[in-house]
């Protein structure tokens, strides 16, 4: 089996019954925390699919479409940024895994 890139990975990530397009958000991140008093921004370096990022001028941006809905940067935030909502398993939204 050939061994994929991160991006490649990222792009098979699919979610039970929406398309990407169509992703009802299980986190909200506040920005302006990251980037006015966070010191250390430790969500660019903990987040496994790489959906918070730092440009040029260290500010922090954060996309939910890759979200592997892995829980990290909950624990990795301490400023209160990050809130975090499961998907609502009744109907059946969130990451489709493959192994459990």
């Known amino acids: 089996m050939k061994n994929l890139k991160l991006t490649e990975r990222l ?11 169509e992703i009802k958000p299980h986190i909200v991140v506040d920005t302006d925390i990251c980037n006015s008093t966070c010191p250390h921004k430790c969500t660019t370096w903990v987040c496994p699919a790489n959906c918070y990022t730092m440009d040029e001028n260290n500010q922090v941006h ?18 209160g940024a990050v809130d975090w909502n499961y998907p609502d398993p009744e109907i059946g939204r969130g990451v489709t895994w493959n192994f459990g």
């Open 62 to 79: 954060f996309q939910v479409e890759d979200c592997i809905e892995c829980g990290t940067c909950m624990y990795a935030c301490d400023q």
């Open 11 to 21: 792009g098979l990530v699919s979610y039970r019954n929406q398309s990407k397009s």
